[in-house]
Every structure is written in C-alpha cells, then in structure tokens.
C-alpha cells in the first residue's frame, strides 16, 4: 500500500464524511470530454444557496512519454490559471509543478512551485508561493507496515518565522484507517475512524475538539451503502443534529445524477434545511 501525503492521512473517513453530500449546492453541473488527440475538457458550473453562480472551463494535454501536462483554465471570476507539471522526469519518483494566475481586470498576478517526492515508505512535499511571502509550507510521511507518521511546517521568508506546524499520525490496511491529528500550531485535535465493513458497506467517524475555542468535542458519524453496481446511499449526521443524506445513481454509461438534502433536526420547523442536484457527463 502507497504512503499517503499527510492531508491524506485521514483522507478514507474525510472523503465519507465530506465527499457525494449534495445539498452543499443547490445544484452543480461537470461536464467532461475528450478528444482524439488526448487533450480533455473540463466544465463545471456550481450555483450556491447564497451567493453567485461559478464555474469554470478547463482544457488539459498529457505527454505520456515525457511525463509533461498542461493545463489552462478560465474561471467566472476572470482568472486565468496556468499548471504546467512534470512526472518523473527530473527525477524518480519526483513530481514538479508551476502554477501562475492572472486576473485581466486587476492586473493581479500569482506563481506557485509546488515539489512532490514518493517512494516506497516515503511521501513529502513542498508548496512555494513565490509573490505572496514568499511563503513555503512542507510536509511529509514516514510509513511502515501500516504506520504513518507525519508532519507539516509553514514558512514565511519575509519574516524568517514559522507560520504553522501540525503533526499526524494513523494505522491503515485494507479495511480499515484510524487517524490522530494535531492542526493550527497543535491547538485543534481530530481522531477519524474509517471501516470498509463488506462490499456493500463503509462507516465512519470523526471527533474535533478546537482548545483555544470551547470545551466540546464534535462529533460526527457517516454511513455508505452501495445499493448496486450503479448505485450508492449516503448518510451523517452530527453531534448539533444536522442530519445530510445523498443519493448517487449512474443513469446511463457517461452520465451520473446525485441528489442531496440536509435537515435540521433539532428545529424542524424552521427553514435552515438544505437541497441540492448534481449531474456529471463524460464521454
């Protein structure tokens, strides 16, 4: 099994709390395609209960034998974004990237280098904001049958001061990942608990306590069932009482449909609950 980087540490229980939960959007839209000569096409569309419609359109092209990738976007804000990235190309097992931003309307303008590294037992990585800063924040992964280990440093070169550290540790096999995380300076702590319990069924959990903002402790629990080869149920809730279910079908070969609804269960009677759509097209 791969050494995860260390956001991904506790990535099984993130993604079933967190991933295919439709109602953060009343209704978002992806479209994806590709063409004959290897260059794919992104569009998304994403429309929020409150606040403006985005999205942005996306077109990418892949070198295989020299490892090069390249891709520009457009985004509803009017920016620009440019990634250019090269795998094992320097270097085995070495991932490089340069990503710029540009904003016509402001003349605004961002560079990003960002350096990944794998190898059999060992993940770390390296984010450079060169015009803002500059700053850097690294991290890395140690593993071993099953053991993880790991931590993330921030740095601001200005003012030749770490901004941040967090550290991690977790346990993961097949069916199973638990994770320990210590975030913001070692100030907000999680434990999450993933199960792949059969074929058919995931659970999850995930506790929170921030110990510069209260006493509680957030809690969370998560459920996924997979109705049939084309179809999956999704459901959390909370320790406020918010209660999230999902619905994801694949209605034909290339095109997905996601249904989600959330409730407040400690005031139903109010209008604090939430819908939302989602449809995927590829080809």
Known sequence: MSIPAF?????????????????????????????????????????AHDGPTNGSIEAKYLDTPSGLTLTQAWTTFNALDTKVELDNTISKGLKAEVITQFLPSTQAKGAKVNLYFKQPNFNARAFFDLLKGPTASVDAVLGHDGFLVGAEAGYDVQKAAITRYSAAVGYTVPEY??????TNNLSVFSASYYHRVNSAVEAGAKASWDSKASNNVGL?????????????AKAKINDRGIAALAY???LRPGVTLGLGASFDTQNLNESAHKVGASFTFES
Do not use: M, Q
């Open 7 to 47: 956001s991904d540490i506790a990535k099984p229980s993130n993604d079933l709390l967190n991933k295919d939960f439709y109602h953060v959007a009343a209704a978002t839209l992806e479209v994806k395609s590709k063409a004959p000569n290897g260059v794919s096409f992104k569009v998304n569309g994403r429309s």
């Open 177 to 182: 990942t638990a994770a320990i995380t210590a």
């Open 220 to 232: 969370e629990v998560a459920s996924k069932y997979r109705l049939d080869p084309a179809s999956f």
């Open 248 to 250: 994801n079908v694949l």
